[in-house]
Structure formats: C-alpha cells, structure tokens
C-alpha cells in the first residue's frame, strides 16, 4: 500500500466512515495517488472486492475548496442515471469535520487516459480514431446539454437569471482587481476592449439555462483505451448552470488550430494533425435534438469569443500574481502569452 500522509488520508477514519455507510469493508488495497490537473487530490483504491477513487482538497485548503467539491458531488450524483459520461459518486462526506477539516467524496474509477498526456496504440497510428475522438469530445458535451437540470434536482444549483448578460461586466471586473496586486502594471491585451465591446453588442437573446461543466476542453476528457469513445468528463470544479453552449464555445477556443496552438490543449492528439476543424465539433453537437431545442447555436461564434474573453483573463490572474511574487515569473510569463492568443483568436472568430 502507497504510503499517504495521515493528515490528508486517514485511512483509519475511512475505513469507520465507509462502514458506517453500509460499504464494503475489509483492507485497503492497490492504494495509488492519482495525478491530475487540478490542486485536489485524487486516491484510488480497492476495498472489499470494490474500486474507488477518493478525490478531497488539497493539504492546504483554500477557502473555497469544500464548497466546490460539495458542488461537484452534487452535479455527478444528479447525472446518475444520464448518458452523460462521467464518474459517478458512491458516496459523499460534506462534513468537514471527519477528514481533518476536508469534505470529500468517492466516486467510480475511470478506466482511460488523457490523450493531452499521452496518445496510447491503436490510437497513436490511426487517424480515423484520432478525428473520431475529436468528434466524441462534442458528441459527449451534447450529452451534458441534453440534461434537463431540473429534472435531475439542480433547479437552484446556480443563478442563470442575467447569465449571458453579466459576463463581460462579470470579467471586467476580474480583470480590473489584478490591479490590487502590488508590481501588476494593468493588463497589456491588445483587442480587449474591441472584443468586450462586440461581446455585448451581440448578445443572443435567445438561451436555455442547463449544467455547465465549466472548463470544457481536451485535457478534463479521459478516453477509451480500445477505441475512440469518451470514457469520462472530468474535473467539475466549475460546474454552473448556466448556458451550456458556452461549453461548447470553450471548446472551439482551446480547439488546436493549424498555425496557431497558443490557445490549444491538446497535447499528442491535437499533435496527430487528425483532429476534426471547429464545424465540425458543431455539426457533431447538432446531432442530439434535445441538446440545441431552445439554444441558438447560429451564435456559437459569440460564445467562442467569451470563452476566449473569459479564459483569457482567468489566465491573466497568474501573470499578475507573478507580478506580485505569488507565481512563479516563468509560469506567469508562459500564461499571459497563452491570453494574448485567445484574443488573437476572439479577433479572428469575429472577422471570420
């Protein structure tokens, strides 16, 4: 068993945890420390002839933590039951006192790989499954906009009264309290202005409010190991409802393009050169009926500029943080290059 530290884990509160909830019992085995993208910890094991995988805050939690992984709980125990792909919650603790101060939960392990990590046979050696995957990465979002979110008990997860229509203010205002960071200059983004005000300018007004994922792109999917399905969505830390094909737009803004993968996270798949174009991933969404009934997906070029707009100041945070000395310079100075192509690419997604 893989030594983890009792402060993060412990083991032998778990144990009386699990039990008290009717799981099964007996010795933990196969204990693996799981990496990932995000700061929270992930832990797989095996208990009483079961699989689990443990995900928590990290060590030192911030003071959000606990209410985003009660959030993320919450909307994977409500796509039970869906088509949705994505791990589903055994149980969950929302009590911070059981686990030293952290809530966590269980969930289903998810048998895949990360194809912004490594690109595994037959995949590797295949376009067709590569272009497929790309195709998937749509068709399984679709999934997620076919949700009806009250249906499922999300009716007041989240605020989608004025979603679209406190966006641009929403990050502008973001982007404005960098400035509070001691050494931040202010943003130097050219085409901010210009894109914020085409952003507002041209608004949808037609919207249906749905589960959001929140940071929808390549690297929070893990695929199939023996073909080109999407085995699972994951890292739900920003799950909203909100409007779903922002998800979509942020797709299409991370989206590895030829000549430009300053905004892409594709890694070895987007490196493949086999990924589908853009139109595509929409025509691939368009295919379930009860995804777009109600949504004007004619406007997906303005929900791609958000995205971009969005993304790319929550990026910005870093580069000011760097400025501060809260952020290593190099990351900040990586981070603030990736933003200044995202509004190169809202710039060229409103000329096109």
């Known amino acids: 068993m893989e030594q983890i530290d009792p402060a993060l884990v412990d083991f032998d509160v778990l144990a009386r945890w699990m039990d ?6 007996g010795p933990f085995d196969d204990v693996t420390v799981l990496s990932g993208g995000t700061q929270n910890v992930l832990i797989r094991f095996r208990r009483g002839g079961e699989g689990y995988v443990l995900r928590r805050g990290p060590q030192h939690l911030r003071s959000r933590t606990n209410e985003v992984l009660r959030r993320e709980a919450r909307v994977l125990s409500a796509l039970d039951g869906t088509d949705v792909p994505a791990p589903r919650v ?12 952290a809530v966590f939960y269980l969930m289903t392990p998810v048998e895949g790989f990360n194809a912004t990590v490594s690109l595994p046979e037959p995949h590797a050696s295949d376009p067709r499954i590569q272009r497929e995957m790309g195709l998937n990465a749509a068709r399984a979002l679709s999934a997620l906009g076919a949700v009806d979110h009250a249906a499922v008990g999300l009716t007041a997860f989240g605020k989608p009264e004025g979603f679209l229509e406190r ?6 205002s973001e982007l404005e ?15 901010l202005d210009k894109v914020a005000t085409w952003l507002d300018g041209n608004r949808p007004t037609t919207w249906r409010p749905g589960i959001m994922h929140g940071d929808y792109h390549l690297a929070n999917l893990m695929y199939s190991f023996d073909g080109p399905q999407v085995a699972a969505i994951v890292d739900w830390e920003m799950c909203t409802i909100g409007d779903p094909l922002l998800d979509l737009g942020w797709l299409l803004a991370t989206w590895p393009e030829p000549g430009d993968t300053s905004a892409s996270l594709a890694g070895p798949l987007g490196d493949g050169g086999a990924l589908p174009a853009t139109a ?15 949504r004007d997906l004619a406007a997906i070029t303005w929900y791609a500029v958000l995205a971009c707009f969005k993304l ?8 000011a943080r760097a400025f501060a000395g809260k952020a290593a310079k190099e990351t900040g100075d990586l981070l603030h290059g990736i933003t200044l192509g995202l509004f190169r690419r809202a710039q060229a997604f409103i000329a096109s």
């Not at 309290?177 to 085409?191: A, K, N, Q, W």
């Open 20 to 25: 008290d909830h009717g799981l099964p019992t």
């Open 280 to 294: 595509d991933l929409v025509t691939a969404y368009a295919e379930r009926a009860d995804a777009i009934a109600g």
């Open 312 to 319: 790319g100041i929550v990026l910005e945070g870093t580069h």
């Open 177 to 191: 309290s960098y400035s509070t960071l001691g050494g931040y200059p202010g943003p130097d983004i050219p085409g």
């Open 90 to 101: 055994l149980a969950a603790c929302p009590d911070e006192s059981v686990m030293n101060g």
């Open 167 to 172: 966006q641009v203010g929403r990050w502008r």
